[in-house]
């Protein structure tokens, strides 16, 4: 029996169709690969027993109008924070030299996620900061670190960024700075911002080196070196 030529590509076509809808499906099931950043170090230099899940791109400190005034990178901690642009001033009128007060900034967290959960979160992600000079390396004591807002959700994919924002406050005093009176921080100032699943923190030996030291159980953590300006 002769075989149409027409019947023949009809087949192939519907076969190529179900291969590329198969492969599709395939593709779409299979669980993403962690990222290469994802395995990341302790604060002594030695392999984080689990994957690291995400990476701070950059802090983003906002102008009350709303425009970026700084911005702190991995690597690029400094940030100069204008005293005239912050969302709230406490001591707005003060112009003496010695007079305090207290900055509040909006800040924006740019945040990847570079591997999945070691573990699933409890309550949700940790989001904190700390004015100790130790940075990364706090310890676990209470006090030496705070709180910053809820528990977060942060269910992206591997690969793709999500923004958070938060406020971070900075005290000053205006001191006479070459016959100029401007304003200096004043006290301690936050110094490093850190993320962390609740859950995977807990996991940790923490009563063991490098264990012990904050930056060592946290997902992430950035430095903050923040100046303030007129």
């Known amino acids: 029996m002769k075989i149409s030529p027409l019947f023949t ?11 590329a809808l198969g492969l599709s499906c395939v593709d779409h099931d299979l ?6 950043e994802s395995a990341c170090l302790t604060t002594n230099g030695s392999p984080r027993t689990y994957p690291c899940e995400f990476l701070i791109e950059k802090l983003s400190f906002l102008a009350r109008d709303g425009f970026v005034l700084a911005e702190v990178t991995q690597g ?10 912050a969302k709230s001033d406490s001591n707005p009128g003060a112009v ?57 959700p942060l269910d992206m994919p591997i690969g793709e960024s999500r923004t958070l924002t938060f406020e971070l406050s900075y005290l000053y005093e205006l001191a006479n700075v070459a016959g100029v009176v401007r304003p ?25 080196p490098p264990y012990t030291f904050v930056g060592s159980v ?7 070196n923040a100046s303030v300006a007129p």
């Open 96 to 152: 003496a030299v010695g007079s305090r007060g207290g900055l509040l900034y909006d800040v924006r967290a740019t945040i990847k996620r570079v591997a999945r959960p070691a573990f699933p979160t409890t309550v949700g992600y940790l989001l904190s900061a700390t004015t100790n000079s130790s940075r990364e390396g706090i310890l676990h004591t209470p006090g030496e670190r705070y709180s910053i807002g809820t528990p977060v």
């Open 31 to 36: 669980p993403p690969s962690d990222l290469p």
């Open 184 to 208: 200096t921080p004043f006290g301690p100032s936050t110094n490093t911002f850190f993320i962390e699943n609740d859950n995977t923190t807990l996991q940790f030996n923490r009563s063991m």
């Open 218 to 224: 946290v997902e992430d953590f950035i430095r903050i």
């Open 76 to 85: 690029s901690p400094n940030a100069i924070l204008s005293r005239s642009s």
């Open 9 to 19: 590509k009809l087949h192939l076509l519907v076969f190529y169709v179900l291969l």
